[in-house]
């Protein structure tokens, strides 16, 4: 069977790390949210799409458009200047881009609102992907223009094949932007994971080593004490069975909190397990630093991680006996 010692300490510590993964997302979500980090990164996978570093160019006219404007940070209160907006559609993206691209039009570019007459000309237009292919070659040489000129003859051969009307290849053509769009937003994807990971880093080894998270520590102090184990491991079933109910990661939150959990230091008592090492103990110093760097690593793994192999051990337990706390002391 497998409900023994060994388990339930592995699902004692399993549940602290998911504990403290939960506690290191939260705060990173938040410092993500303060610096706006989703925005700042979509804006830079934009920049980096269009060729246009400095912002004063294609992806400048795409985020002053009016569609982009809306989904922006503040758009509804005047008194603010917009924020960067930390989520774009294709179809928002797309159709801003060929409206930036048509207010390029030697026929409108002059004009009060130049995208709106832009859009109109080319949907009067007998042959509109050929005044696009007009416009797209006064962009700068570069990754853009290249791959304009692929998107635009792609939509060409689809038109001739499909026998598509002129007043569809321009919705075609967006189509073919969308799709080029979520290509690089998923390499953006990317960019922001790493970010978050070197984040949720220092996060985590700043909670580890300010409670005292010392994963050697943790694990003795769940083997001795099984009063501990058994209210550990009453809290995690009751977080798994509610995995699936809203709230859940806010009530795991609060049961941890309810319990005597093995964190923190003691300063006063060098006898217990979380007193501060002294210097005069090197291989207490050594233990200490390799305990907490186990609890950081760990920690960094995340959340979904550590629910995941929570479940799976509460599972495992399930086929033996539940913990018998222990019995009182008789003076």
Known sequence: MFGSSVVEVALGLVFVY???????????????????????????AVKNLLNDHGFKDLARDVYDH?????????????????GLPSYMSDHVFATSLVDALAARHPQVREAEDAM????????????????????????????????????LDKTRRQSVIAGTAAQEQIQNFQNNIEIWFNEAMDRAGGWYKRWTQKVLFAVAATLVIAGNADTLMMAKRFFRD???????????????????QAGAQKQLLDQANSLDLPLGWNASDKSSLNAVPTLDDPLGIAGKIFGLFLTIGAVSLGAPFWFDTLGKIVNLRSSGAPPVPDKPKIP
């Open 116 to 151: 709106s007459a832009g859009r109109q000309l080319l949907a009067a237009h007998p042959d509109p992907l050929g005044e696009l292919l007009g416009i797209v070659k006064q962009l700068p040489n570069g990754h853009t223009r290249d791959s304009l000129f692929a998107l």
């Open 18 to 44: 998911l504990f403290l993964s939960l506690v290191c997302t939260a705060v990173n979500e938040a410092i993500a949210q303060f610096f706006n980090q989703r925005g700042k990164n979509l804006l830079e």
């Open 226 to 244: 099984g009063s501990l184990r058994a209210a550990v491991i009453q809290a995690a079933e009751k977080s798994v069975a509610n995995a699936q």
């Open 66 to 82: 009016g569609l982009v404007g809306a989904i922006s940070r503040n758009a509804a209160n005047p008194n603010k200047a917009n």
